[in-house]
Structures are given as structure tokens and as C-alpha cells.
């Protein structure tokens, strides 16, 4: 090899070196002692930071995500169907056929009976125009029978509502069917109504349902009803309500450094520790990572909490998977100090091994 050949050589081994060395420098986090604390400090002043232990990790680790709360809706009391403008009535007066239309349903067709009219009137053979509107069935069947036992001997009345109009709510966001539906004898609670219109369960948020009644709005974590019975979170569907199912947000954390993958990780109505987010990456870069470096930054309002958890222990796993990740969180494994002399020997081989093919040409 000749003076001129080995400088060439050195000169780029200096150079590839330098680029080496910039990279580590403005990638890696000193893991203690007053270099940690100067570079945290210039990079976020005011910062705490909190070097977590077995004995501090629950005081610093927050709680399971926080349940959304149900808003107090009035007491709706038992609902009762009362007949109204739009509904079809079917009645049967059995032993009179002449009073009785045979006709059947047909899909798609409105169905066969008697409309109740916009001023809540209906018309029936012999007894003529008479106001249901607001009367149960139980009392328009006792009514009209009272008005058909002036012509008929003791009649026996059936009234049904063959088709419900009159008492709907609207649903709406995200539902594969958003529309108005009908309320019908049988009560109909939140849960039946999001059934119906057929949630879109991959964006929908059933933990923040609303429902505006009355000119206000409530809140209500239908989530909760399903996952854990809470009966206050699925509450009866009135006349007139409005339903809304939002989409959900993504609650994602990031996880950044010398891990198999870096990321952002949605952690959605998921509970997530450091443990498991860090094996959801890959795990640490075992060519390249400081197990001693390993740092949470979280914000709070205008405050920023710097966390460091050191893994060179394997039972400190254990410890970091009693500290939840919160969404925002900045998850970051620095560089160990030895990297910077394997990465420099990693570049500079390949350029050994290319120059000395090169000279033995």
C-alpha cells in the first residue's frame, strides 16, 4: 500500500467516523449522572425526572384509562306505548266478520287497518270518528268496545297496531344505517337502537354515545353497559330523541430509539405497560441499546415528566409492566456507548475489504 493509497484510506476511515460519531451524538441519551440531567434540561427545561423502582412505579404509574362517565338522565320511568298521528290500527271484533278486513300484510305495502289521522281521529263501522290519539291499546280496545256494545251483545275487541309511526328517534355518525326509527310497544333502550342501525365497530365510539332529549344533551358510555353491566348506561330511547355514535380517536403512543421497530402503537380501551409496548416494538436492539437508557417522556398541561427504567436487571421487567403507558407518551431506548465503536467498525470493514480487492487488482 502506498503513503498516498493509505491516506486516501484514513481519510475516509476520519470521515465515516465523524458522520458515525454525529449520529450517535444527536440520537443517544446520556443514562445518568449530571450528562442526563444537563441534556434533558436543555432539550425540555423544567423537566422532572423520575427514575422508577419497584417501590415508586405504582405512585407514578397512572391508573387503567379512566372509564367515561354516564351523564344523569331523568328518571324515565316505564314506558308505556301510547297511540299517535301515523299509526295503523288493526281491529278484530271476533263473531262480527263484516266489521273485520281480511286483507294480509305485503312487504313494502303499507299495512292493511286504520290510520290514525294528523288530529288523532280514527273511523270504525258503526261506532264512527273517535280520538285515540295519546290512549294505550289496552284503553282504545276498552273504549270501543263500550261504543260497539250498543250494537253488539257483550263484543269481543282486539286492537293491535299493525305498523308504528307516530313515536321515533334518530340515530346517526357512526352506524352502518343511520335513519329514524320507529319506538314500538316493547321498550327500546340505547343498546337495541345502535343494534339496529348496525355500529361500525372497526371507527365507532359506543363510550361516547350522546343523546340530546328535551333541548339537552347527555352523555352516555354505552361501553360500559357491555362490558360490565352498568344498567345506568343503557337507557330507555324516548319519542323524539336524537342518538349520535361518534368515531372513535386513536390513542396511540410512540416508540422511538434503539428498538427492533420504532412505531406509534394504538392503544385504544387498552391498558398498556412499559413492558408490554416495548415487546410490542421488537423489544430492545440488542446490537446497538443501552438497557440502562430507557425513558418515558410524558406531558402534562405545560409540565413534562421525564421517566427511566433500567433493564439491565431482567426482573426490572417486572417493574415495567406495573407502569401504564398514557396515550402521547414518547417511549425512547438510547444508545449504548459502545455502539458508536461497533457501528465505526461495521462502515469501515466493507471499505477494508473493498480497498484491498481493489490493491490486489
Known sequence: MSI???????????????????????????????GRDQAIEE?????????????????YSPEAASIPAT??????????YRVGAGDILRIIVWGVSELNDASQPIEGVPAPGTVV????????PYVGTFNV???????????????????????????????????????????????????????????????????NVDIADISRVTIRRGGHTYFVNLDAFVRSGRVGSNPLILDGDTIFVPERIPQEAFVLGEVTRTSSIDITNRDVSLTQILSESGGLNARDADARGVFVFRRSGQNVTVFQLNLTNPSAYLTGARFSIKAQDVVYVTAAPVTLWNRLISDLLPSVGLYQTADGL
Open 71 to 80: 351523564s344523569a338522565i331523568p328518571d324515565e320511568g316505564v314506558w308505556t
Open 4 to 34: 498516498s493509497q493509505f491516506h486516501i484510506l484514513f481519510s475516509s476511515a476520519f470521515l465515516m467516523a465523524s458522520v458515525s460519531g454525529c449520529s450517535i451524538s444527536e440520537t443517544s441519551l446520556p443514562v445518568g449522572g449530571e
Open 133 to 199: 290519539a295519546g290512549k294505550t291499546v289496552p284503553e282504545i280496545r276498552q273504549e270501543l268496545a263500550t261504543l260497539l256494545s250498543e250494537y253488539f251483545p257483550d263484543p269481543q275487541v282486539e286492537v293491535r297496531v299493525a305498523e308504528f309511526n307516530s313515536q321515533t328517534a334518530v340515530i346517526a355518525g357512526a352506524v352502518a344505517n343511520p335513519a329514524r326509527y320507529a319506538l314500538e310497544i316493547t321498550p327500546t333502550y340505547l343498546l337495541d337502537l345502535v343494534a339496529k342501525a348496525r355500529q
Open 117 to 124: 289521522q294528523a288530529n288523532g281521529d280514527v273511523f270504525f
Open 43 to 59: 432539550a425540555l427545561p423544567g423537566a422532572e425526572i423520575v427514575e422508577l423502582t419497584e417501590s415508586n412505579v405504582r405512585q
